[in-house]
């Protein structure tokens, strides 16, 4: 056999073989097939966000209506800290007026977790030490209500029946009158001129800050003996012959200060309660300085 005979075979073998493997692609390509994607059911909510958490309930911390509560018919005053550890402490004071509005000076670990909150009208802070401020009970207080807040702050205001004013005042020797480290606040309630010193710690007042405060009728302010915190004996002996007041009554102090103070002045009339409920016209008869202790 010829070789082009032979190449012609082997062409027509070549076409016919790769015709049928075409067809047989094209038929399974076009067989319909009976296999049946199944999905996944999803669980319900499943993909559903959680839902939201209902913020905690805060109770509300109940109101002492007994520490302050004024029957007397007087103006009322009573020490209201836990803390009364002498010079560690003793700082916060309460005045009521006959009206029933509430003072609280000076509020530092204040009862609130044991008696409940003494809701107060009016929180004077006389410097930002921690044994004179308790940020808790200012905290429970705004929730309980509105109250006037004054903090190391030279200013006047009004709140129902009683009148406060901020002195400029220093925690030291060193005083600057404007940039005090101390504030008096004078509180005038039914007739009555009441200081809270606080850390006062000056050799003496100055004559422009004695016209400021005036004739005083209650004065607290430190008994104490501790240097580092600026307080001697001598100084609040200078302050209360400058001050003369009627009824003096010690913030910090030591044993052997309040002894050494009293009789410099020469005070005799001495005292301990647990509150001083206090008249005007009374006071006005009483002779001399008298000292009270707040317990």
């Known amino acids: 056999m010829s070789k082009l005979k032979l190449t012609i075979i082997a062409l027509s073998l070549t076409l016919v073989l790769a015709a049928g493997c075409s067809s047989k692609n094209n038929a399974n390509e076009n067989t319909p097939t009976n296999e049946v994607k ?18 905690p309930v805060e109770e509300a911390t109940p109101i002492d ?18 803390n009364k550890n002498g010079d560690g402490g003793h700082t916060s004071i309460g005045i009521v007026s006959k009206g029933g509005t509430v003072v609280v000076a000076d509020p530092n670990t204040m009862p609130t977790e044991t008696t409940g909150l003494i809701k107060a009208d009016i929180v004077t802070i006389s410097h930002d030490h921690y044994d004179h ?12 209500g509105e109250f006037k807040l004054s903090q190391q702050t030279v200013e006047t205001f009004t709140v ?5 004013t901020g002195v400029s005042s220093g925690h030291s020797s060193i ?10 606040y004078v509180y005038e ?26 004739k005083l009728d209650v004065v607290f302010l430190p008994f104490s003996d501790v ?15 400058q001050l003369q007041p009627k009824i003096v009554s010690p913030l910090h102090f030591t044993p052997e200060a309040v002894e050494t103070i009293l009789t410099e002045l020469g005070i005799t009339e001495r005292s301990e309660a647990d509150e001083l409920a206090v008249d005007k016209a009374e006071l006005d008869q009483a002779k001399g300085m008298s000292y009270v202790f707040l317990k």
């Open 133 to 144: 401020t308790d940020e808790t009970y200012l905290a429970e207080s705004k929730k309980a």
């Open 38 to 55: 199944q999905e996944t059911p999803v669980a319900e909510g499943k993909n559903d966000p959680p839902p939201a958490e209902e913020p």
């Open 160 to 164: 129902k029946d009683v009148v406060v």
């Open 227 to 241: 240097t580092e915190n600026g307080f001697t004996p001598a100084k609040t002996v200078k302050v209360l012959q």
């Open 175 to 184: 005083f600057m009158p404007d940039a005090p480290s101390n504030i008096i």
């Open 65 to 82: 209506t007994t520490t302050l509560a004024n029957t007397s018919g007087k103006t009322l005053m009573k020490s209201i800290t836990l």
């Open 189 to 214: 309630v039914d007739g009555l001129r009441i200081a809270h010193m606080g850390d006062l710690a000056q050799n003496e007042l100055t004559e422009e800050q004695l016209t400021q405060l005036g």
